[in-house]
C-alpha cells in the first residue's frame, strides 16, 4: 500500500542552523510528493511539491527532491529561523488518486 | 486571500451525540475532502467529495459517517453516534481541480466523553 515514514520529533535546532526533516514513501506508480507546514493555530500550508522523480521543489528556503532510487523526499533548509517553529508533514498523493497520504508530522523547535 | 475556513474551532460532546462540523472551503473550488488527525497518530484521509457525491472514502467512513454540501458553500461532515476514538482533529481540504494542490482549514478538534 502507499505509506509515508517521517523522522520522529521534536527536531530542535539554534537559529542559523542546517535543518533536516527525513520523509521516505511506499508508493506504487509514481506518486506525487508534497511537504505542508502546520503553524501553531493554523491549518495545514503547502510549502513545496515535486511531481516526478528528481523535480526539486522549494519555497521559503527549503528544498526537497524527489529521489525515486531511494524513495526519499528530505527536507532541507541551509539557515532555520525562529519563525521556521513549526510542525512538518510529509505527503503523497498516489497516482491517479485525489487524496494525500501524510506521515506522521515531525515538529521543529528552532531558538534565537 | 481566499481560504477554506472551519467551524467550530473546538468541540466537546459526549459519547453517542451526533456532531456536524462545518466547512466553507474556497468559492470556485469543485473537490472537497475530510481527513483527521487523532492526537499522536497520522493524518488520514477519510472522504473526497466531487459533483455532490462521495468520489473516494476510506474504511474509517463507516455508516456513522456522512457528509454533504447542502448550499453550494458549505461542507459538512456529520458524525452520527460520536465514540471515544472519534476525538481528533479534523481537517477540511478543497481544490480547483483535479490534480491541484490542496488547500487545507485550520481544523476542529473533537473531544469525545
Known amino acids: 500500500g502507499n505509506s509515508v515514514t517521517q523522522m520522529e520529533g521534536p527536531v530542535t535546532l539554534s537559529e542559523e542552523a542546517f535543518l533536516t526533516i527525513n520523509c521516505t514513501y511506499t508508493?506504487?506508480?509514481?506518486?506525487?510528493l508534497f511537504w505542508y507546514v502546520q503553524y501553531p493555530g493554523e491549518g495545514l500550508q503547502l510549502l513545496l511539491k515535486a511531481t516526478k522523480a528528481d523535480d526539486k521543489g522549494s519555497n521559503k528556503g527549503f528544498e526537497a527532491t524527489y529521489r525515486k532510487e531511494t524513495t526519499s523526499f528530505h527536507l532541507e533548509k541551509g539557515s532555520v529561523q525562529v519563525s521556521d517553529s513549526a510542525v512538518y508533514f510529509c505527503a503523497l498523493r498516489p497516482t491517479g488518486f485525489q487524496k494525500l497520504v501524510f506521515g506522521t508530522g515531525t515538529r521543529l523547535l528552532v531558538s534565537p | 486571500e481566499p481560504e477554506v475556513t472551519q467551524t467550530p474551532s473546538h468541540q466537546v460532546t459526549q459519547m453517542g451525540q451526533e456532531v456536524i462540523l462545518r466547512c466553507v472551503p474556497i468559492s470556485n473550488h469543485l473537490y472537497f475532502y475530510w481527513y483527521r488527525q487523532i492526537l499522536g497518530q497520522k493524518v488520514e484521509f477519510l472522504v473526497s467529495?466531487?459533483?455532490?457525491?462521495?468520489?473516494?472514502k476510506s474504511e474509517i467512513f463507516d455508516d456513522q459517517f456522512s457528509v454533504e454540501r447542502p448550499d453550494g458553500s458549505n461542507f459538512t461532515l456529520k458524525i452520527r453516534s460520536t465514540k471515544l476514538e472519534d476525538s481528533a482533529m479534523y481537517f477540511c481540504?478543497?481544490?480547483?481541480?483535479?490534480?491541484?494542490?490542496?488547500?487545507f482549514g485550520p481544523g476542529t478538534r473533537l473531544l469525545v466523553l
Open positions: 508508493a506504487t506508480g509514481y506518486p506525487s
Open positions: 481540504a478543497s481544490i480547483s481541480g483535479a490534480g491541484e494542490t490542496q488547500y
Open positions: 467529495f466531487y459533483n455532490n457525491e462521495i468520489s473516494e
